[in-house]
């Protein structure tokens, strides 16, 4: 139990461009889910706060209009970078808090994004 | 806002115990002390948690010191697929915004 996936595993994209990276609760549903970007050997950075039905919260230096997240359902959370450039290429991890027990965070499998 | 300090590397015979330490000096009373780890490319695995009492699992114990300054996670018989970055948190109690803020972790590499 308690799986969380990703989708796309990878993306390649040109500069400019908009990439959407899905994060799904396979077996729970969660009102709230996280979303962090990691840099090569550095340790993951939290992004933002998604709670179901209802904006999500930034962290401090994280441009909310550059990072679009949607979390539209209990199983499903969306993060859209928009207007890519290589600068944002990284390691883009979510997590998503079980309702029921609200203990632990479940994290997914990560998206590799790659600018070019 | 990490809160926590870990030593950045340590290695490990395999077979043997690795006992990784964190130091989180200004816990609250109602934060919790979490470990995750996290395998290449991978996203984080949740493994213990914590908040005074010494706990056990199937993956790891976790041994907290009575003033709750600092902590230890314990891999009773470490294998090469326990190599990874381990992440000590401290978060307060469940239903209560719960972000988790990763410190920089210990690379732990088990040698055969």
């Known amino acids: 139990g308690a799986v969380v996936s990703q989708h796309p595993s990878r993306v390649i994209c040109k500069s400019g461009t908009s990439v959407k990276i899905e994060c799904r609760s396979l077996?729970?549903?969660?009102?709230?889910m996280f979303w962090y970007r990691q840099f090569p050997k550095q340790s993951l950075m939290l992004m933002a706060t998604?709670?179901?039905?209802?904006?999500?919260?930034?962290e401090q230096g994280v441009e909310k209009d550059k990072f679009l997240i949607n979390h539209a359902s209990l199983t499903l959370s969306t993060l859209t970078v928009t207007s890519a450039h290589p600068e944002d290429s990284s390691f883009y991890i979510c997590s998503a808090r079980p309702l029921s027990t609200g203990t632990e965070q479940f994290f997914g499998p990560g998206t590799r994004l790659t600018v070019l | 806002d990490a809160k926590t300090t870990q030593p950045p590397s340590m290695d490990c015979a395999e077979g043997r115990a690795a006992n990784l330490p964190c130091n989180h000096s200004t816990i609250s009373g109602n934060e919790y002390v979490y470990w995750y780890r996290q395998i290449h490319s991978q996203g984080p695995q949740y493994i213990i948690h914590g908040l005074k009492n010494n706990e056990t699992n199937e993956m790891a114990s976790l041994i907290i010191t009575e003033d709750r300054k600092s902590s230890t996670l314990i891999l009773p018989h470490a294998t090469l697929r326990d190599t990874a970055v381990y992440y000590c948190i401290v978060r307060v109690a469940p239903f209560t915004g719960n972000q988790f803020y990763f410190g920089t972790g210990t690379s732990l590499t088990v040698i055969p």
């Open positions: 077996d729970f549903q969660a009102t709230t």
């Open positions: 998604s709670n179901e039905g209802s904006k999500a919260t930034y």
